[in-house]
C-alpha cells in the first residue's frame, strides 16, 4: 500500500503542475459593454507601523495619519478599518498563509489551509476570463492564494513573464506545444481516474480521507482542462506596452513592487483577469532606499528603537507611495464613463497589526474604489475584533457572487 501511495502522491504532483500552468495557455476574450466589478488583493506581510497608519479619529473628516498623507490626493476614494483580524491566528509569521482564507491555526501540528478568497471567488465567477485569478509576488513563488483542499497555488515574480503570457502571441509551434500539454494532462487524469477504485478498495479510512481529497483536486483540474482548450484559438489582447525589464536585484524592493503595481491597469483593462492577489514578501534583505541600513524584517521588530522605526517608516513611506501611483494609475484610465479605479474594488493591508510582536489582531486595512461612497475611518472594537472575513463576504458580493458566509465570517460588514 505504500509503494503505491508514493507513485500516486507523484502522479499528482505532474497533474498539478499542468494545472498551474494552466492560466498562462489561455486566450483573450472581449471585454463587456459594461464592465465588470473586479477585486485586487495587496498584502504587506509585516504590516505598517499603526501609529503611522492610523488617523487618530475615526469618520470621514480624519486628519491623515503621516501615511495616510501619503494617499491624500485619493481621500475621498477609500475607507480605512481598524479592529478588524481573523480569528485564531498566530504562529509568527504563519498567518501570512492564511490572510486571504482566514483558516485557523497556522502554525499548529496538523495545520491544514483552506480556500483563500480570490481562488473562491475564482471559482465562482468561473472561466469567462484569460486568467480565473492572478497571483503576484514581490519575490518567489510563495504566495497566499490556496485552493480548496489547501494547496498553494504559486505566484508569478517575474513581470517580463507575467506580460508574455497575457499579450505576447505564440506562435503556431509553441501554441500545438502547448495544446499537446493539455492532450497530456487529460491522459494522466485519466490514469488516476482508473486508479481509484483500486486505491479506496485497499485503504485505510485516513487514507480514504486523503484520496477523497485528492480526487476532488482532480476532478476541479479535469474542469480547468476543459474550460481552458476554448481559449487556446483566441487571439491575446494587444496593449500599448512594451515587455517590462525584471529588476534582479531583490533588494530592490520597491522597484519590484513598481512593476507588479503598472501591470494592474493593463491586467484589468483587457479584462484578462478579474481577480488579482499581490504579496509584498518579507525576505528582502536591506531594500534599496535611502536612509535604510538595516534589514526589513529585523527593522519591523523593532522594539520601539527610534532609529529603526525611522528607517522602517522609510520603508513603508516607499510603499505606500508606490500603492498611491497605482491609485492615480487606476482613477486616470477612462473606462465606460467612469475610471478602472471605479470598477475595481483594491484591498491593501496586513496579515500582521503590530508586526514588532507578531501579532495578527487589527490588522491595517484600506479598501479603495469599487464606486463605492467611502467612509474615511471605520473603527471597530480593537480588543474584540470584527472578523476581516466580513469584509470579504461584501467585497465578494460587490463583485456580483451570491454569497453570505466566508470562512470565519459572522455577517456581512457594514461600509457606511
Known amino acids: 500500500m505504500q509503494q503505491r501511495h508514493t507513485l500516486n502522491r507523484r502522479t499528482l504532483l505532474k497533474a498539478s503542475g499542468i494545472s498551474l500552468a494552466l492560466p498562462m495557455l489561455e486566450a483573450f476574450g472581449k471585454i463587456a459593454e459594461t464592465p465588470p466589478k473586479r477585486a485586487l488583493f495587496i498584502c504587506n506581510t509585516l504590516g505598517f507601523y499603526p501609529p503611522a497608519f492610523y488617523p487618530k479619529a475615526a469618520g470621514i473628516d480624519y486628519a491623515p495619519s503621516e501615511y495616510l498623507s501619503l494617499l491624500d490626493q485619493h481621500k475621498n476614494d477609500f475607507t480605512v478599518f481598524s479592529g478588524l483580524s481573523h480569528p485564531d491566528q498566530g504562529g509568527e509569521h504563519a498567518c501570512e498563509r492564511t490572510w486571504l482564507s482566514a483558516a485557523r ?16 471567488a475564482a471559482e465562482k465567477l468561473g472561466n469567462v476570463t484569460r486568467f480565473p485569478t492572478l497571483s503576484l509576488s514581490s519575490d518567489g513563488a510563495r504566495s497566499q492564494s490556496y485552493t480548496s483542499n489547501g494547496v498553494m497555488i504559486p505566484a508569478m515574480a517575474r513581470p517580463s513573464q507575467v506580460f508574455a503570457k497575457l499579450f505576447l ?42 484520496l477523497d481529497a485528492y480526487f476532488e483536486a482532480v476532478r476541479q483540474t479535469e474542469r480547468n482542462l476543459a474550460e481552458a482548450e476554448v481559449w487556446f484559438d483566441r487571439p491575446k489582447p494587444t496593449v500599448d506596452a512594451s515587455t517590462p525589464k ?33 504579496v509584498i514578501q518579507n525576505n ?127 455577517g456581512v460588514l457594514d461600509l457606511n
Do not use: C, M, Y
Not at 520597491?254 to 488579482?276: A, C, N, W, Y
Not at 467585497?395 to 465570517?409: N, R
Open 105 to 120: 491555526n497556522p502554525g499548529r501540528d496538523g495545520f491544514k489551509n483552506s480556500i483563500s478568497v480570490d481562488q473562491f
Open 284 to 410: 528582502h534583505g536591506v531594500p534599496l532606499i535611502d536612509g535604510v541600513e538595516t534589514e526589513h524584517h529585523n527593522l519591523s521588530h523593532h522594539g520601539r528603537d527610534p532609529e529603526k522605526i525611522t528607517q522602517l517608516k522609510k520603508i513603508e513611506r516607499a510603499i505606500l507611495t508606490s500603492f498611491g501611483s497605482l491609485l492615480t494609475d487606476l482613477k486616470s484610465t477612462n473606462e465606460a464613463g467612469g475610471s478602472l479605479l471605479d470598477h475595481s474594488l483594491t484591498l491593501l493591508g496586513s496579515n500582521l497589526g503590530n508586526a514588532a510582536a507578531h501579532d495578527p489582531r487589527n490588522n491595517p486595512i484600506l479598501l479603495a474604489g469599487g464606486g463605492l461612497t467611502h467612509q474615511g475611518l471605520l473603527a471597530h472594537d480593537p480588543t474584540d475584533n470584527t472578523p476581516l472575513s466580513n469584509l470579504f463576504v461584501r467585497l465578494l458580493q460587490e463583485v456580483g457572487i451570491e454569497a453570505d458566509q466566508f470562512a470565519s465570517s459572522s
Open 169 to 210: 502571441q505564440g506562435n503556431a509551434k509553441e501554441i500545438a506545444k502547448e495544446k499537446q500539454k493539455l492532450s497530456d494532462g487529460h491522459s494522466i487524469l485519466d490514469a488516476l481516474t482508473d486508479q481509484r477504485r483500486r486505491l479506496i478498495g485497499s485503504a485505510s479510512p485516513r487514507d480514504k480521507e486523503q
Open 246 to 278: 525584471d529588476i534582479p536585484d531583490k533588494a530592490d524592493l520597491v522597484g519590484r513592487v513598481e512593476l507588479l503595481f503598472q501591470l494592474v491597469p493593463l491586467i484589468l483593462q483587457t479584462d484578462s483577469t478579474r481577480v488579482i492577489s499581490i
